[in-house]
DNA sequence: ACAAAAGTGTTGAACCTACACCCATGC
DNA sequence: GCATGGGTGTAGGTTCAACACTTTTGT
């Protein structure tokens, strides 16, 4: 009851969708539902080392933005006293998910979330809000795509996780205006005759806009 | 090391200046130092609820704006292993400041803090910030007046927070023009023939603009 | 042929900022 | 008479949202 744990919100866009990734619980509590990776603090281990080891161990991702959620007691079923929840934006295609015998981790998109153990879709549902709202004024979007990308692949992902769709002039004025990402120069072959522009962020860490 | 402890960093303006509610502590570790009220959790109290009532133990007040703002770890001398960190705000006409012989609380204008226990300093920093971004998509500022006012009295709380001078005009369109101020009708005699009008929240708990 | 993705400008509305003076009162 | 606090309007700039068509390729 007095031990804090820690789990993590690992999000990313995948098939058009935004995802988390949960793992199947092959222990008690709890046994065979679904629910976030997470567990309790090891020693002297920080509350931010924690989460980064967990994502690490879960996704085989570090480097990523990663950040203090909200902290929610007296979850249903849970053991620990206190759940300091953390949430990490990741490029799925750099994921290493490691399908172990149990626990096996896998994504589900928020829009279809299977049973989840320990009240996790409240904590899914705060991150998923927290996000929404990050992406309007910060570049956390950076840690969803890779270094290089087009401005439509871009704009999917924030189609993706505001659920509407944008005007394409518009995405485009605004983030080259704002300088949150330039041209790298080097193109992308479409097709025999056809380069379409390659763009990188101007920072690959988090900033306020 | 296992247990957790709440703290929370009360805001006023008074005088002109944004101020914390700080004790001085009667018992070690950092005795004869100043710092956030604060405590473990007992038996089976929420995080909301310690918080909600070491506000009500210290400053007397209940029913005002309270969230929680960050948990933090490893503090410096602190034995709590991770500590829930929330901020309230108070209109101090409102509060009752118990001066028991020890633990008694004072107010310190936050630009001019004295050395703190626990790191505590960290601790107001990020609230300041916080509030001072809430202030500008929120109506939190309810919470720090009292149910009627003038718009220049709450103009001056603005420019405590925000540490700079407004346009009474620009103020005065945005909050009437927001819908977060109405009207109440009644006035304030200022002289014998100077009647001021007085101006009320048209909700007084929190909501995003 | 059709769908998918890249690329490209303009216009009107809304919003934001800067700015100056009057009046009544208390000291 | 001077400082304090309430009260009032406008003009210019910036930002935002809405809007349609062309090109090339793959199926």
């Known amino acids: 009851m007095g031990t804090a744990a820690v789990v993590v919100v690992i999000f990313t866009v995948t098939h058009g969708e935004l995802s988390v990734l949960l793992i199947e619980r092959a222990a008690a509590p709890c046994r065979g539902q ?12 920080t509350l931010d080392g924690a989460a980064s080891r967990k994502l690490a161990d879960e996704s085989g ?11 929610f007691d007296h979850l249903a079923e ?9 949430f990490a934006l990741v490029d799925v295609a750099r994921t290493r998910l490691r399908p172990d015998l149990e626990w096996r981790p896998a994504w589900h998109p928020v829009r279809a ?3 989840l153990a320990f009240e996790n879709e409240r904590i899914i549902a705060y991150a998923e809000q927290r996000l929404r709202n990050k992406l309007e004024y910060t570049n956390v979007v950076y840690s969803l795509l890779p270094s290089r990308f087009t401005l439509t692949e871009m704009q999917r992902v924030y189609e993706a996780i505001l659920g ?7 995405f485009r004025r605004r983030v080259v205006g704002l300088g949150i990402v330039r041209e790298t120069g080097s193109t992308r072959k479409l097709g025999a005759h056809r380069p379409a522009m390659l763009y990188e962020f101007t920072r690959r860490e988090p900033m306020v806009l």
């Not at 620990?80 to 929840?85: F, I, L, Q």
């Not at 509407?164 to 518009?170: H, L, Q, S, T, V």
């Open 78 to 86: 849970s053991t620990a006293g206190v759940v300091v929840a953390y």
């Open 34 to 45: 679904w629910a976030l990776p997470g567990g309790v603090l090891r020693g002297e281990e």
């Open 61 to 71: 991702v570090s480097d990523v933005f990663l950040e203090q959620l909200f902290t």
């Open 113 to 115: 979330l299977p049973p």
């Open 164 to 170: 509407e769709a944008m005007d394409k002039r518009n």
